[in-house]
């Protein structure tokens, strides 16, 4: 008996399952799937890369990129306003523009830096961003642990969106009390206490309920040129009447001052006439004439003030030959301007016109010459030498030993001549940078012209003139001449000029020699050689704040002995990140070993013969002392070590003073203020 399934008919389905014979198949080309599969991958990667090249550069809350180590290297857009007066500065030696943006998202601030050419650039064209501004500005982020900044791309990244001025109304204030911040305004009055200070003139106006602060920040100087020096001067007298208008700031988000945007905002009026005064009765009854201008005589005896003090302390005494000396405050581009220190010197009579700020302040705003004395001619830089304080000075066909320039970019040229003695020539930023000359190198012959001075323990010619230096002669620079070698080699090369690569390792300072030495060792960290070099060399090459343990470096010097070579320039070859450490690690770590320490909180502070010691903490519980010696706290732009409780950063080296565990900051960057 047959079985159901072979009674049963098998579907169209079966039959096609089991039988494929019974049916002929479609042919396909697969080479002709394959061109298909290769054009559709084609142009999937050209559609991505059109949608990349095409679509809108992302707009970035400030939130987002906080602590977001993924956004490092990003390239994006900002929105927001800047929230503080834009700083201009030199690092490096180069020009460097800071602006601070918010976007309230939280409040977080975002710093945003410009460097040359851009910053050239940017103050050429006269498009800087400034505080009240709402401003879109393409950056590329950096991110450091919880700490983010940015650096701006290009000149036609910066959009400013909205600007506070006329159009908000501009109206006049004789007080700032409850005025907002960002808010456009004016004022009218006298001058009263002008002074410099890190961000550029700060003054007061009087008016008739008190007195508005007003700052003309230092990027103006750099915007206009020459242009605002008259103003400047003028200002820095005091007495003056102004008409000031500007976008309201909150110094530290409690002291409100107009910041002045543009030159055009500052109108100078006519100074009221003076009466005339002896300049002994001006001298002991400086208080009857408080407020007041007068017009007085006296004979110019030297300059009192420190290389970047402005205005500067001028000593004058009367005319009548009783020796009555006084102090005449008078500015920099005055002083410049009516004291040429190649054809007049000390005991010059000047008809003085002042302004009597207080019992002990009396500022120069006029001052021309009725009897003209000619400066002190040295002879010798010994002859030079033995002069006193503010005398000026001439000194010709002196020989450079020896020239750097400093991070902020003043010049430090060290001179001699046969005599075998030698005198440092310095020359503050603020004029070198208008001299129109690269700094004059070693071997060179030049003639100065400055005042006498004395820095510490160093004996200065300090040129305030951009006519103060004259390079006689400048030989070529010599053509490079290192032979490259492995770091181990070094021994075998005493007198030579070498070229090698190695580790940066340690920092050791002799202060007998005042010398620092960097400990640089081999790949595998078993062969070290000690580079000598200046402090300029070592922050603008090796700065703990921008430079980490263990970076590789190339080092270019003589080989002075088995494990010494004298340092001539460098180069970082591959930088590492700064060693981030605790204060308890940084404790533990050896001497010399460059570091940073994050988030610190100030316990203590002191300040000995201009350096400051500065005790810190952190949630380790540990406590290091902090030493910033007087050299590097003259370029951080303050005046007192911060308060207990302040937050702070802190890089630099370990070492060790007379069993004090201490971290040594040695550059202007390696010591900021967080909170």
């Known amino acids: 008996m047959a079985s159901t399934s072979e009674s049963r008919e098998y579907s169209e389905i079966e039959k096609y399952l089991y039988y494929p014979e019974t049916e002929e198949r479609r042919l396909y080309n697969v080479g002709f799937l394959k061109i298909i599969a290769v054009v559709l991958v084609i142009a999937s990667v050209v559609g991505v890369f059109a949608a990349a090249r095409y679509s809108p550069i992302p707009v970035v809350r400030i939130s987002d990129v906080q602590g977001n180590v ?25 020009l460097r523009i800071t602006l601070t943006v918010n976007d309230n998202s939280p409040p977080v601030s975002l710093p945003v830096y410009a460097y040359d050419p851009l910053a050239s650039e940017m103050i050429e064209a ?31 990244g910066i959009e400013i969106l909205e600007r506070p001025g006329r159009g908000d109304g501009g109206v006049y204030v004789d007080s700032l009390e409850g005025v907002a911040e960002y808010s456009y305004v004016c004022v009218k009055g006298l001058v009263k206490s002008p002074r410099n200070v890190s961000a550029g003139l700060l003054f007061d106006v009087a008016t008739s309920r008190g007195a508005v602060t007003v700052l003309i920040p230092t990027i103006v100087n750099h915007v206009y040129g020459g242009d605002v020096a008259p103003v400047i001067s003028t200002i820095s007298a005091g007495g003056v009447p102004v008409d000031v208008c500007g976008v309201v700031y909150y110094y530290r988000g409690t002291s409100p001052e107009i910041v002045v945007r543009e030159l055009e905002d500052i109108s100078v009026g006519v100074i009221p006439a003076a009466e005339t005064v002896g300049f002994g009765d001006l001298v002991f009854n400086t208080a009857l004439y408080e407020g007041q201008t007068v017009k007085t005589q006296a004979r110019f005896l030297g300059v009192y003030c420190e290389a970047f003090d402005d205005p500067c302390r001028l000593v004058f005494e009367d005319v009548e030959g009783q020796g009555i000396t006084g102090d005449i405050m008078m500015p920099r581009t005055l002083m410049a301007a009516v004291i040429d220190p190649w054809t007049m010197g000390s005991g010059t009579v000047f008809n003085l016109t002042v302004n009597v700020v207080n019992s002990t302040y009396i500022a120069a705003y006029g001052a021309d010459p009725v009897e003209v004395k000619p400066p002190f001619e040295a002879r010798s830089v010994e002859e030079a030498l033995s002069q006193e304080r503010g005398k000026i000075i001439v000194l010709k066909n002196v020989s450079v030993l020896s020239s750097s320039v400093t991070s902020g970019g003043s010049w430090r040229i060290y001179v001699t001549d046969p005599s075998g003695f030698n005198i440092l020539v310095f020359v503050p930023s603020t004029v070198a940078t208008s001299m129109g000359f690269d700094i004059p190198s070693q071997g060179s012959y030049i003639s100065v012209a400055g005042y006498r001075h004395v820095y510490g323990s160093t004996d200065e010619i300090v040129v305030y003139t951009v006519n103060g230096v004259v390079v006689e002669t400048a030989p070529p620079p010599p053509p490079p001449a290192f032979l490259e070698i492995d770091i181990k080699s070094v021994p075998g090369y005493v007198g030579r000029n070498v070229s090698f690569t190695g580790l940066f390792y ?73 060693l981030k450490v605790t204060v308890q690690e940084a404790l533990g770590l050896p001497l010399g070993r460059p570091l940073v320490v994050l988030n610190a909180t100030v316990v203590s502070s002191r300040v000995l013969s201009g350096s400051w010691e500065i005790n810190i903490t952190d949630s380790t519980g540990a406590i290091i002392t902090v030493f910033i010696p007087s050299s590097t706290v003259s370029e951080l732009g303050m005046t007192s070590p911060p308060p207990s409780g302040a937050v702070v950063r802190v890089a630099g080296y370990r070492d060790v003073y007379a069993a004090k565990q201490e971290i040594v900051v040695i550059s202007k960057n390696s010591f900021t203020i967080l909170g």
């Open 126 to 156: 006269r498009k800087i961003p400034f505080i009240g501004d709402r401003v879109r500005l393409l950056v590329q982020l950096r991110v450091r642990e919880d700490f983010a900044y940015a650096y701006l791309q290009d000149l036609r």
């Open 506 to 578: 340690a920092i050791r300072y002799d202060s007998s020699l005042r010398i620092y030495y960097v400990e640089v060792r081999s790949s595998d960290e078993e062969f070290a050689v000690n580079i000598s070099m200046k402090r300029e060399q070592l922050i603008s090459f090796l700065d703990p704040a921008l430079v980490g343990w263990k970076s590789l470096i190339r080092i270019n010097g003589t080989v002075k002995s088995a494990n010494l070579v004298e340092y001539v320039y460098g180069e970082v070859v591959q930088l590492r990140d700064p």
């Open 70 to 94: 993924l956004m490092n290297y990003a390239t994006f857009y900002v929105e927001g306003v800047v929230v503080e007066p834009p700083r201009v500065d030199y690092s490096g030696g180069k």
